[in-house]
């Protein structure tokens, strides 16, 4: 295998292609699906070329464009899919042709190897040789298969297909063999054999890597994760150890690395995993190929520009990123007494409120943290003529409730993948209140002129320049 191709879908786009591909006629019928693409040159766990589509659009093909279909196949015009290609040149996208198979029969046929390098060839001639085709046959059993044309005589399989939404779904060779390791043996007795599977092939990134950080890398191995990658460009400190797990007195008199510190700990496990460790912003343009490399995110930064950064990328990649935070508020008096006390985990995706209409960033904060990161002595100059948001005392901080909220979110990621609290079990947002002993699930609108959550224009869009259109 010379590269890695995969798909993710937005779950409203496969219900889309359910409803208009699987009728109980049994005829096979085809749509096609605009996507927007992730290039990663070296995908930094196999080293390999890296492709992501990722779907942007459903575009149908008008019925009288139908020659003829039965239970075994379907031909049409090609009009719709010249104007499909149209479109996918002029928005930098690609398109796939996604077809039924209502018999159930779950790979391409003989008719399809036929067909498709003729479309191919269309396809090159109209948007350029280096123009790719995807192909993807939905089955009555609902399997989902695909493949990468790259020119009329080669093509690559889809290495695996992810659904987003309310659920997380994964298609790819093998599913539902499980994973044999017997470290993971009492956990399949509860949940199955295939989460364990799922979870092994995934690559997970961990932004910040301190108190709810550090409790997440620690837990996504014993889960089952093996290809974890580390963002944090702190060293440990003093104040650290109450609450960073696997951080030791030498490492902050050494003031070690973050993310040496953790990723020692989890290659200590010994339990095969694959530990990628970056001392960085998560906005460092260095961060990128490896953040696109992900399919789920866990967001523990405490920085508002991070989050801002993060908060668009789950929806222009399509990728799941789950943003924690811990909130103590604390009296004046001696002892102090807990006034507030707020655990909140947030879901990232389509679909889902941002955290700018939620207002956990405040674009101010992220404003000053660029400006403090970039420009440091135009920072202490603003901040001295009171221009900008100094720094205050430090937050409480305290491990058992670090340690809960990154088990809230990790909770959160196995419910979308497994499904344990049921259809409705999926939660956007989160947020314990210790101090009253409740959990809490606020329902907040998109603004409706947010730029992120509030319309689809940039769902699934992927490699733009400038990078998340940000300027």
Request: aromatic share 8%.
């Amino acid at each position: 295998m010379n590269s890695f191709v995969s798909l993710t879908l937005q779950e409203r786009h496969l219900q889309e292609l359910k409803n208009r591909l699987l009728h109980q006629d049994g005829r096979e019928r085809a749509a096609y699906l605009l996507c927007g693409e992730a290039f990663i040159p070296s995908d930094p766990w196999s080293n390999l070329p890296r492709r992501k589509y990722l779907s942007f659009d459903v575009l149908s093909i008008p019925d009288a464009e139908i020659v003829s279909c039965s239970s075994e196949y379907i031909t049409w015009k090609t009009d719709s899919f010249v104007q499909a290609l149209n479109l996918a040149q002029a928005n930098r996208m690609t398109v796939a042709l996604v077809h039924s198979h209502p018999g159930g029969f779950a790979t391409f046929s003989d008719q399809d190897d036929i067909n498709e390098p003729d479309l191919v060839q269309l396809a090159q001639n109209r948007n350029g040789e280096t123009t790719r085709l995807l192909s993807l046959v939905l089955t009555s059993e609902k399997n989902l298969i695909g493949r990468c044309w790259i020119n009329p005589r080669e093509y690559e399989s889809l290495d695996f297909i992810c659904c987003v939404g309310n659920r997380i779904q994964l298609y790819y060779p093998g599913r539902g063999k499980g994973v044999s390791f017997s470290v993971f043996h009492r956990q399949s007795l509860a949940f199955g054999k295939a989460l364990t599977q799922d979870l092994s092939i995934l690559r997970v990134g961990v932004v910040g890597c301190g108190g709810t950080g550090s409790a997440v890398a620690m837990l996504l191995p014993k889960l089952g994760v093996r290809q974890i990658a580390l963002f944090d460009k702190d060293v440990v400190e003093e104040s650290n150890l109450n609450r960073l797990h696997g951080a030791t007195w030498v490492d902050a008199q050494e003031q070690r690395l973050k993310v040496e510190v953790v990723g020692r700990s989890l290659t200590m496990l010994g339990i095969g995993v694959e530990v990628k460790s970056y001392q960085a912003w998560i906005g460092d343009p260095v961060c990128r190929d490896v953040l696109k490399s992900c399919d789920v995110v866990f967001s523990c930064t405490d920085d508002h520009a991070g989050r801002l950064l993060l908060n668009r990328f789950a929806y222009y990649y399509l990728t799941p990123v789950f943003d924690m935070g811990l909130a103590i508020e604390v009296s004046s008096s001696e002892p102090p007494k807990i006034q507030a006390l707020d655990g909140r985990v947030t879901t990232l995706l389509p679909g889902c409120t941002c955290l700018l209409c939620r207002e956990v960033i405040n674009p101010v904060i992220a404003r000053d943290e660029t400006l403090k990161r970039d420009q440091p002595d135009e920072y202490e100059r603003r901040k001295a003529e009171a221009y900008v948001f100094g720094e205050g005392n430090p937050s409480p901080a305290v491990v058992l409730f670090t340690t809960d909220v990154a088990i809230m979110a990790l909770e959160e990621m196995v419910h979308r993948f497994q499904g344990f609290r049921g259809e409705e079990g999926a939660m956007p947002q989160k947020v314990r209140k210790y101090h009253l002993q409740t959990d809490r699930q606020p329902g907040v609108r998109a603004n409706e002129y947010c730029p992120v959550c509030s319309t689809n224009g940039s769902w699934g869009r992927g490699d733009v320049e400038p990078f998340l259109d940000q300027v």
